[in-house]
């Protein structure tokens, strides 16, 4: 099995490296392998720079991510700089008034966007809540962490799943992942995307995926998607690279923003 994943992995790095030559600066860039690496040098983040992370989770919902990359100097201004305690006494009309047009006007919104920002005003209002007995939101996700046997897997469980205590109204499992890999968590996104490509690499397998067509993914369950972050570390400490690097290489051969392989082209890549 392992020597399967190494030979997996040196095609997707072969097949990234011709066709998309800048893909691992690309990678780095975006901050989510720093941030890991912060986490694990001991970095402690702060209130701001959290529900920053959150936040980007939230608005690569159901949208091509480079349109909101786009927009990424300017979030500071318009989330007052990530101020929790601003964005948690919003209110649905701000965000329809205010912030849908501000996307609207940059081509940066989503169909999803509106329903995401009103509900992430509860899940800031939370947020306020459990930072105030820990002193932190950094220590309130260490807590949690810790009672989800350290394991960042669970952890995304705890703040994604419906059934979990500590959901976060803006959040599902996919988000939730995101968020947890902005601020330093090494974790896979079980989105569409990493979801069709451990799919058709027969890593990961779905009840629901009637249509392989073209770039369809499959309807996964929440048990699916817990397994297909499951593979994913399993995938990553087989080839000695960071959860959060797999991840993201893995996202480049699917998403709009990088070469947007169809499934064919995906099971093609994944014959060893």
Same mark, same amino acid.
């Given at each position: *099995? ?40 001991? #970095? ?17 919902? @159901? ?23 601003? #964005? ?41 809540? #459990? ?22 897997? #669970? ?51 779905? @009840? ?20 297909? *972050? ?13 959860? @959060? ?28």
């Amino acid at each position: *099995m392992e020597n399967n994943l190494s030979i997996l992995w040196t095609k997707i790095c072969k097949t990234l490296d011709t066709m998309l030559p800048n893909w691992r600066d690309r990678i780095l860039q975006g901050g989510q392998v720093s941030a890991v690496e912060d986490r694990d040098r001991g #970095y402690q983040f702060s209130d701001q720079k959290i529900f920053e992370g959150i936040v980007k989770a939230v608005l690569s919902n @159901s949208t091509d991510w480079s349109k909101i990359e786009r927009v990424l100097p300017e979030l500071h201004n318009l989330f007052h700089d990530f101020d929790l305690h601003y #964005y948690s006494m919003l209110d649905r009309v701000q965000i329809s008034n205010d912030f849908i047009p501000w996307f609207q006007q940059r081509r940066a919104g989503s169909i999803t966007m509106e329903s995401s920002l009103i509900n992430l005003i509860e899940t800031a209002k939370k947020l306020f809540e #459990y930072a105030q007995p820990s002193g932190s939101l950094h220590r309130f996700f260490a807590f949690l962490s810790s009672m989800t046997e350290g394991s960042p897997i #669970y952890l995304v469980q705890a703040i994604g799943s419906p059934r979990s205590m500590h959901k976060l109204p803006a959040l599902g499992i996919p988000i939730a992942a995101e968020a947890m890999k902005n601020i330093g968590y090494d974790v896979a996104k079980p989105d569409r995307h990493i979801n069709r490509a451990m799919g058709c690499f027969k890593l990961a397998q779905f @009840s629901n995926w009637r249509d392989y067509s073209d770039r369809k993914p499959p309807m996964a369950t929440e048990k699916e998607l817990i397994t297909v *972050m499951k593979v994913a570390a399993r995938f990553a400490e087989a080839v000695s690279v960071r959860v @959060s690097f797999l991840d993201n290489a893995i996202w480049l051969l699917c998403a709009k923003s990088g070469l947007y392989f169809s499934n064919n082209s995906l099971r093609e890549l994944g014959r060893c």
